[in-house]
């Protein structure tokens, strides 16, 4: 509220207005000094919350990467394939065993296919009469169909546009030739069993253009190369051989065929001086120690950089006076932060696994040290020489289901879920923030009205004041 006296003392002289304004300041300065440091803490240690959270959430997110896919559980492939061509590439899976196998590629996988020439002229034009042509792939329950509906005159390229309309993967391309077009069909289906394809014709209608009877093709075994004036090639399985024993798959793709790898064949390994043979290229499997080792220093590096930004955070601040100089971490001395880094390091440190029930190691036994400072070291060498005794065990220390990191993973989601424990305090800061404004909105109010109040006080000193030296004034005159 404004305040209706603006400059007090005019009357008496004397200036009340600085006496006004000091007072108020003082005012001030005591209702802020309530409310200034109180913020500015808040501030400070909801930023610094925050920070931890980030913190936590960034190791959280390594952990997971060490965990999902079984990532720390690295093997090595090697192929004795020729440097400038590949054959075929082999992926080891999780539960891989150390093996080698002798592998050929005696065929590709491929799809079924018609095609057909169809000669343009002015007898022979390139326009169809109107009807549907309907598309089968499968046979019995498992039939798919799409129907495409064709307009009187209608081109083989617009014909060709609407058959590539489709969900069930076929395929029409035309090539434009000196006489005339060749249209291929594509199933999009490999495999040996996949020669299923149909097309039908109904409902023609009209005179002045071809019949749509051309597109008609009513399947064709595995072995037939012309049907319906189209010409055939059937959908094979890709063929390969392990170690002389021919395997099948109706992809290029071999997922289940043998245990623990998958393996996707690229060309045919067929012998350069007799076609009907096929030379075989040997695929070994063993355990990757340099890549698990990898793996072990990403994760000490981690929780080295998490410990590290937990330690700036604690730093306690110092004080010159009694007064404090906020030169410490955001966290200075907060209960909650040490507790949680005691907590991780007390648990890494005494974390204990039993692999097979009886024997019970820790990771003092795999080569990882602790440094006085609380942060980690990795002795690489130790650590691949228990890789090399028991590949699986330390493995599974680390990231299997009860392993070490994966335990990690769940003390940690405690505090960075939404709503967990960092949540709940950083609402309870933006809370305290939120109530120190309102405050501060109060104190704003009631200096308006103590400002009015010191005007109005000095307002009737300065009447009477002004009244005194009006009297003295007319006494000194009389006298």
Known sequence: MASSITSAGAASGIDFESIISATLEAKRATLENRTTTKKEEANIELSGVGKLKSALETFQKSIQAFTEDNAFNQRSVTIDQPSDTTYFTVEAEEDASNMSYDIAIKQLASTEKLSKNISISEDQPNSFQAGKLTFTLGEGEDAKTFEVDVQEGDTLEM??????DNDLGITANLVQ????????????????????????????????????????????DADAENVDGWKHTAAKDAIITVDGQEVHSDTN?????????????????????????????TMSIAEDYDAVTKKMEEFVSAYNTLMSTMDDLYEHNTYTDGENNYDGGELAGDSMLRSLQSQIQNFVSSFGFTGDGTNRTSIYNMGVEFESDGTLKLDS???????SDNFNLVVNAFSGEDGMLSKLDTMIEDYTKSGGLLSQREDELNQTISDVEAEENENESYLEQ????????????DTMISGYNTSLSYLSSVL
């Open 159 to 164: 014909i060709r546009r609407r058959i590539n």
């Open 177 to 220: 030739g000196e006489n005339g077009y060749t249209l291929t069909i594509d199933s999009g289906q490999s495999g040996a069993d996949n020669n299923s394809l149909q097309i039908a014709v109904s409902g023609q209608s009209g005179s002045s253009a071809r019949s749509l009877d051309f597109f008609a093709f009513n399947g064709a």
């Open 253 to 281: 793709v071999f997922d289940e065929q043998i245990s623990g790898i998958t393996l996707t064949a690229k060309k045919v390994t067929a012998n350069e001086d007799d076609p009907t043979k096929f030379d075989s290229y």
């Open 381 to 387: 060498t130790e650590f691949k020489e228990q890789l």
């Open 450 to 461: 103590y400002e009015e109040s010191l005007r109005q006080k000095y307002a009737n000193l």
